[in-house]
């Protein structure tokens, strides 16, 4: 039970960081989009790109456009903070509870 209590204790810690990485390359997806960087000639800035878009792609279907206002990443950031608490929460409760 120890190797396991550990197991999940160390997927929590690794879906913390995961989640942290994401949250700090959709802040810079952010920034990015306010600097008027042609991201084709970076290779770092296509890799932000690349890894935030998939992110992004699926509430830029949704209605939250507002004139030159783009709200997708905020709502982004609101599911990822929510995923972010429910995975990591639930992986470091079955450890707790494995440990008693």
């Known amino acids: 039970m120890f190797v396991v209590k550990q197991f999940l204790f160390a997927l929590a810690h690794l879906f913390d960081l995961l ?3 994401l949250y700090l390359l959709l802040v810079l997806r952010i920034i990015l989009s306010w ?3 042609d991201y084709y000639y970076n290779s770092i800035i296509q890799a932000i790109y ?3 878009e998939p992110i992004l792609r699926p509430f830029r279907k949704l209605p939250l456009q507002f004139g030159m206002f783009d709200l ?3 709502v982004a950031f609101m599911v ?3 995923l972010h608490s429910f995975v990591v929460g639930v992986l470091r409760e ?3 509870r494995l440990a008693y």
């Open 19 to 21: 989640f942290s990485l």
């Open 35 to 37: 600097l008027q960087i």
């Open 50 to 52: 690349m890894i935030s």
């Open 72 to 74: 997708s990443p905020i």
């Open 80 to 82: 990822l903070s929510f």
């Open 94 to 96: 079955m450890a707790y």
